[in-house]
Nanobody
């Protein structure tokens, strides 16, 4: 089973930046897509961005375009989420997920424990 471990969350001021990282224990077809989801307070978990092993990327949420950048490094099964110009409404728990395709959250097989991002 593929394990996902996130790091890089924490507290930041508005306008600041954070870099979230996720390492997968192995590569299989079940983590062809590695993605980031987030769960904001009182809201359902939503997709943020996904990256294929082949290099293609997709961004699920218009509100993050231009501020969030996903990058993937196959050599060490790592995916990063660089966040700039942080806003208080970005506060929430960010989850790394892996699945065969970058699609809706029900298509993702593996999930990390989540890392908290607080902007205030």
């Amino acid at each position: 089973d593929v394990q996902l471990v996130e790091s890089g969350g924490g507290s930041a001021q508005p306008g600041g930046s954070l870099r979230l990282s996720c390492v997968a224990s192995d590569y299989t077809s079940s983590n062809n897509c590695m993605a980031w989801f987030r769960q904001l307070p009182g809201k359902e978990r939503e997709g943020v961005a996904g990256a294929y092993r082949s290099g293609g990327t997709t961004y699920y949420t218009d509100s993050v375009k231009g501020r969030f950048t996903i990058s993937r490094f196959n050599a060490n099964n790592t995916v990063h989420l660089q966040i700039v110009d942080l806003k208080p409404e970005d506060t929430g728990t960010y989850y790394c997920a892996a699945g065969p395709i970058c699609s809706t959250k029900d298509r993702f097989i593996h999930w990390g424990q989540g890392t908290q991002v607080t902007v205030s």
